[in-house]
Each structure stands twice: as structure tokens, then as C-alpha cells.
């Protein structure tokens, strides 16, 4: 059996995109896995490719796991933000979101659970970010 996994895209407009990603794991976890791949995302009104998003909002709840990772896919992915167990509130509109960054970043954001498993493990992740298009 594997975890039972969902991601559920609430918003894709022409700036703005909005997911909700939910686990509830069978004590195997997840490590790395493609959460948000800029390049399925819906293109822009004059036909550009998305290619970066930068995160605004994140609002978590995670329950068994020690935690959640999330990555930049990069050359060598970069910890974009680690929520803790329970509830997580953040807001970076304010800076202008979380930009991504790393040698040959690809704009996807991955995830990681952390910790020793177990079945039942789950969390609840919605993320708020801007779309930015490729020149």
C-alpha cells in the first residue's frame, strides 16, 4: 500500500496559484517527491511558459510526522521552508514571497516528510504563491 496522497490545485490564474496538498501516510513517507511542476501550470494570456513560482502564503497542519520539508528542485535542491509538527501560519508577501533559487533551479517545489513514520502520519499543507513567466 502506498500513501494516500492528494494534491489539489484550488487556484491556477495568471498571477496567482493556490494548492492543497494532503497525506495520509501507511508509514512509508515521502522523500522528494514533485508537489508543484511550474511547467503543467496553465501558461500566461499571451502563451508564456510558467517557470518560477515564488511562495506568499503557507498554511500547515502536521500531525505524527517530525516534520515537513519543502525543496527547490535544483542541480542540488534547496530547502525552500520546514514546517514542525502541529500548525504552521506564514506570510512573505510582505518580502515579495520566497524566491527560488539554486544552480539550474527548475521553478518545482518537492516535498519531504521527516522523522520515523507510521501509519496514520498525515498533514495538510495549502500554499499560496505568485507565477512568474519565462522571458
Known sequence: ?????????????????????TNLSDG?????VTKIDVSALNSSATGKACNEIRIEEIWGSV????????????????????????????????????KMYGTNATGDILLSTLGSEAS????????????????
Do not use: C
Open 63 to 98: 500531525h505524527g510526522f517530525d516534520g515537513v520539508q519543502l525543496f527547490y528542485d535544483a542541480d542540488t535542491d534547496v530547502v525552500a521552508f520546514s514546517l514542525g509538527p502541529d500548525w504552521t501560519y506564514q506570510d512573505f508577501s510582505s518580502v515579495g514571497g520566497l
Open 28 to 32: 512509508t513517507g515521502e522523500s522528494k
Open 120 to 135: 496514520g502520519d498525515s498533514y495538510t499543507i495549502v500554499i499560496r504563491a505568485v507565477k512568474y513567466y519565462a522571458s
Open 1 to 21: 500500500m502506498a500513501d494516500a496522497v492528494n494534491v489539489t490545485t484550488v487556484e491556477d490564474g495568471e498571477r496567482q496559484l493556490v494548492v492543497q496538498l
